[in-house]
């Protein structure tokens, strides 16, 4: 799970188009095979959260902000589905 750096082109050195434009510095996870990220200005602060977040991957505690975006009715039904089995 690395930190990207968004300003320079890992292969070529160079930088990249978003080179100087907002925050430099991305997070990546993943969760359940999909990829997860947020960026930041500092690297070590991406590393923090990086380090912070997979913990709480291997101790059971991570809570996906995505799952708050749920609604009643789509969980519902996929509730019932579960029972039906």
Do not use: C, I
Not at 19 to 34: C, E, F, H, I, L
């Amino acid at each position: 799970m690395p930190v990207r750096d968004l300003w320079v082109n890992k292969r070529t050195k160079m930088p990249t188009k978003r080179y100087g434009m907002g925050n430099r510095y991305q997070a990546v996870w993943y969760v359940d095979g999909s990829e997860r990220s947020k960026t930041f200005g500092r690297k070590v602060d991406a590393e923090r959260h990086l380090a912070v977040t997979v913990t709480a991957q291997l101790s059971g505690e991570y809570v996906d902000p995505r799952t708050g975006q749920v609604t009643v009715q789509a969980f519902a039904e996929r509730w019932l589905a579960d029972q039906l089995q």
